[in-house]
């Protein structure tokens, strides 16, 4: 019986799907921050909707397009978590990447200007790393948010 494609997933679900060994998910959660699946009792992990699109992107660009891990890392970084998304849909055939470039990643976006913001800051009152660093995950939760809400209008 299949799941509906809302439906949370196992690790051992999302490895057979993207056949990847479970401890390369696992691996994965480590590298790349954004991945962040839910854990019940016994460290038991859950994967929203959203985690196995992002994984998909990763697995796409790590070993379709032969990204590294810190390629990946920043790709990421600069262009959002919706981008890498959204690399996995250009090889099955749709053009997903074309429509979520037109839509702005605003925790991308921010995360520039924040970054250019201390850059140019020449009295020293930027934004410290570790301070960007929080302001991007905050960023990146929020476009979360708001893909969420906008999957529930329809």
């Known amino acids: 019986m299949d799941k509906s494609p ?6 051992s679900e999302v490895a057979i799907e993207l056949d990847v060994p479970k401890h390369v998910l696992r691996f994965w959660e480590g590298k790349f ?8 009792g016994g460290g038991r992990r859950y994967y ?12 796409q660009l790590l070993y379709g397009d032969g ?6 890392q920043r790709l990421l970084r600069e ?3 919706r981008y890498v998304m959204s690399c ?22 921010a995360a520039r200007n924040v970054s250019e913001s201390s850059r140019d800051s020449a009295m020293g009152d930027g934004l410290t790393k570790g301070q960007t660093d929080q302001l ?5 939760d929020l476009a979360e948010c708001k893909n969420l809400l906008e999957a529930s209008r329809g």
């Open 136 to 140: 991007r995950a905050l960023l990146s």
């Open 33 to 40: 921050s954004q991945l962040r699946p839910l854990k019940r």
């Open 6 to 11: 809302e439906a949370f997933r196992t690790i």
């Open 88 to 109: 996995w849909e250009d090889t099955a055939g749709g053009s997903a990447r074309a429509a979520v470039k037109d839509i702005p990643d605003v925790a991308a976006d």
């Open 79 to 81: 262009n959002g978590v």
């Open 67 to 72: 990204y590294t891990i810190k390629g990946v």
């Open 48 to 59: 929203r909707p959203e985690d196995v699109n992002l994984l998909r992107g990763i697995r």
